[in-house]
């Protein structure tokens, strides 16, 4: 086990996870992926991933899981700008938040703006369902 810390004695599979702010520069616990339904914002899927890997890595197992549970086929993904460079594979649009929007349509750019709606979402997730429960602070 080269590199590997043990932040906490009563949960071992706490990691460090770097933020790069400059108020919060570290955070303590473990990465998750959330999807949501497109209108209603339903939770379909909240998959953990341990050890911290690359947001990009993990869009390819959280969408076939989300399909699997709901037997729907996956047909738009808005993202934020961490998963540049994922590894999907699926017929679904990718809308990456960000960047240049000149050559999109109307409709287009509303759903990339989507992607605003998770996080209100996750604050609820952390707050009234114990996501959130790690409070740890770096040394």
């Known amino acids: 086990m080269n590199g590997y810390k043990i932040y906490s004695l009563h949960e071992l599979d706490i990691c460090c996870i770097s933020k790069g702010k400059e108020k919060n520069r570290y955070e303590f616990g473990n990465k998750v992926s959330v999807i949501t339904s497109n209108r209603r914002s339903w939770i379909l899927n909240v998959e953990n991933c341990p050890a911290n890997p690359y947001d990009g890595h993990t ?9 699997k549970i709901t037997g729907v086929i996956v047909e738009e993904v808005s993202l ?5 460079g994922h590894d999907y594979k699926g017929s679904a649009k990718i809308f990456i938040s960000g960047g240049s929007n000149s050559s999109l349509s109307w409709s287009e750019k509303r759903r990339k ?4 709606s998770i996080e209100p979402m996750i604050g609820h997730l952390k707050s009234d369902h114990h996501l959130g429960r790690c409070f740890y602070s770096p040394c």
């Open 113 to 116: 703006r989507r992607r605003r």
């Open 59 to 67: 869009l390819d197992k959280t969408a076939r899981d989300a399909e």
């Open 80 to 84: 934020d700008k961490g998963y540049r």
